[in-house]
């Protein structure tokens, strides 16, 4: 039997009470719109989670020796106490085509003194021209500039600059344990102070030129710590982390290529669990729309149960008049998923471009150890949006059975008898 | 009587009981029928008389508590639902006293509806609707919606539906109960013409007395049960 009439009969129905079928539309497509868009905002949220956790210092992915992690003992300089050739590795890494950008890095500890204040410093030894192609910190400093190569220069978090009472110009004790087990100590002058946000960074953290933290800790200038990389996409990092494993020769089991997720598995968890939650969201919107769509077409087949009974009584068959009534629900899905998708396209690309600023609202805040600014800056989330197009058709379609089933067991003799 | 005599639906003993809180209601009772192709014949009776309950047995849409109904030769009884669905789909026409259109639906669609169901090519279902709606007065409105036509307009639709298929019998239901006495005598006429020109058979259910009155075959039900089955000769142009 042909479908084309139950197409045509659905279609129709839909249009007869316009107002109902405009709520409903309305209803899915507010559906629609809240859960893209938030689950839009939480990628956002996660992206920047992401972004600030691995951006502002670390990275999104390292190089090391392999016994540096986890106890980042000094002596473990990549390629061993002889060093190695840190412009090429650079250049290795930089090679790779998800790897924007790397840089070399030197790491001790010690303490920092301005007058009668003192107080412990982790001490990280950059090259002031690569590193600002793989952190932020140095990006937004509240006051002075970066420090120099070549120069006794230091940049202090703006929390230590509290504690030792500094500004730029001011000049400190630097004291930090050598390799050759003596300790260095030298002066330098406060070059700047950075602000990340983050609180453990504005205190203890403390930027000086490689070279120079090399010579206070009597390091040769191929000894370095930590080479470490951007990658713009962080999830293609760990595939990264894999070809450069093998590419930088890492299969001796002298060096470790870490992508930032097995350096920072909370924040791969954090990711995960927003995931989830993203499907709570889908479960809970659409599950609420199944009764709206339900009542409607409840509503509508009682109606007319007089033109099914006369359906049925023609010698229609109850597959037919399930089926008008599906396609009207689909039809109002459809129409529904359109006029949703006409009001989120939109707000998708003007968040994700100029996303408004809601730090007025309720500050800055930090997530799984990350920064997050509160802006409802969106990702775009295709599969989200797909598989929500999805849900809204299955919700319609599966709203729309029991009241279809129903309409199609009329019993026909006493419904037209008015029964 | 020189022509075949076809027997269009035939019942034997056939008995509908309803269960009325708890009351047993015989709606119809031993009643043993033989309707000839070609035959007009009007069921008569008070209301609750059974009129409506012994039109749906001979139209397969009540299966009987006790005897059996053969339409077109074919016993219904031991038929599932879908095959019942079947032979009144190919076999019966009806016209019910309301609700006899779906409003989303034009005339023609309405009209059209058991044809294309039956897979009746689109060019043939035009032609013969439009046909049909000539010949019984309601030609030029098939692009109309039964909301846009008069209730005797709309009876006509029905009755168009029920005979463009060329049914072994068709049914109505007190089809001019929502009409003024002018469309009720209008629309017995369209069916006596349809009856005599196309030798469609009708069981045409009323309580009019006028209506009553044209019938050359009446039927008096009383209590369920047959109380009279009188024939006379055509009253046409009396
Ligand atoms: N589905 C049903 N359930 C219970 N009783 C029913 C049912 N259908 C009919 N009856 C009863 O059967 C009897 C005959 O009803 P029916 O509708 O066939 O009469 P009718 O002659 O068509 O009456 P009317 O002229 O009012 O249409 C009535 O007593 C009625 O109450
Ligand atoms: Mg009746």
Known sequence: MAA???WRIGWRNLGRNRRRSLITIAALAVGYFSVVLLVGWWDGVVVEMINNGTGILSGQLQVHSAAYLPDRNVYETIGGPDGTDVTAIIAGVTADPAVEGAAPRVYGGGLVSFGNATTAAAFLGIDPELEPRVSRLMDALSSGRPPARGTNEILVGVEMARILGVEPGAEVVVVAPAVDGSLGNDLFVVSGVFTSGLADLDR????LPIDALQALMVLDPGRVHEIAAAVPDPWDA???????????????GALAVESWTDL??????YAQLSQSFQWVLLVIVFGMAIFGVANTMLMATFERRHEFALLLALGAAPRGIVWSVVVEAIALGAIGLLVGAAVTGPVLVWWHNAP???????GDFTMAGALVRPVLRVEYPWSMAVQSALALFATAALAALYPAMRAARVPPADTLSGR | MSEQRVVAVRTDRVWKVFEHDGIAVDAVRDVSLEIQRGEFVVLAGPSGSGKTTLLNLLGGLTAPTRGAVWIDGQEL?????RQRARLRLERVGFVFQAYNLLPVLTALENAEFSLLLRGVPAEERKRKVQELFQRIGIGGLEDRRPSKLSGGQQQRVAVARAVVGEPALVLADEPTANLDSASSIALLDVMTTLNEDL????????????????ARRLIRLVDGAVESDTRRPSTKGA
Request: cysteine-free.
């Open chain 2, 77 to 81: 009884t031991a038929m599932k639902e």
């Open chain 1, 356 to 362: 408004p600023d809601l730090s007025w609202l309720v």
């Open chain 1, 264 to 269: 920072r598995p909370e924040l791969v968890e």
């Open chain 1, 204 to 207: 203890t953290f403390a930027l």
């Open chain 1, 4 to 6: 084309r009439p139950w």
């Open chain 1, 238 to 252: 760990p595939a990264a982390a894999t070809r450069l494993h093998s590419a930088l020769g890492a299969t001796d």
């Open chain 2, 199 to 214: 030798g469609t058979t009708f069981v045409f259910a009323t309580h009019d007395q006028r209506l009553m009155e044209r």
